[in-house]
Nanobody, 127 residues
Framework: QVQLIESGGGLVQAGDSLRLSCAAS????????MAWFRQPPGKDREFVAA????????DYADSVKGRFTISRDNAKNTMSLQMNTLKPEDTADYTC????????????????????WGRGTQVAVSS
């Protein structure tokens, strides 16, 4: 059973930066395609970013492209999301997810591809 634990959330001002981390345990981390999703208050969950098994391939939602950077360290079983130039609309509960299956690259934007989820960490950006 894989466990994912997020950290790094908090309250910041618009324009600030935050770095989220996701620590994995209970499995072979390098076997999992990893992603960040977020759920803004009162809205549905949405895809943020994904990173392939080796970290060589990444994908971003248009809303965060150029501001957020996803990365992973397979030696430390961790994944990170560096968030720069934060905006109030980035306010959400951020959750990391792990997928064990192999699907088309674009499918990793879909939440139903992922098998394991963390509990989330809150990010609030004030204007």
């Amino acid at each position: 059973q894989v466990q994912l634990i997020e950290s790094g959330g908090g309250l910041v001002q618009a324009g600030d930066s935050l770095r989220l981390s996701c620590a994995a345990s209970g499995g072979t981390f390098s076997n999992y395609y990893m992603a960040w999703f977020r759920q803004p208050p009162g809205k549905d969950r949405e895809f943020v970013a994904a990173v392939s098994w080796s970290g060589n391939n990444t994908d971003y939602a248009d809303s965060v492209k150029g501001r957020f950077t996803i990365s992973r360290d397979n030696a430390k079983n961790t994944m990170s999301l560096q968030m720069n130039t934060l905006k109030p609309e980035d306010t959400a509960d951020y959750t990391c997810a792990a997928a064990t299956g192999v699907v088309a690259h674009s499918w990793y934007r879909r939440g139903n591809v992922y098998d394991y989820w963390g509990r989330g960490t809150q990010v609030a950006v004030s204007s």
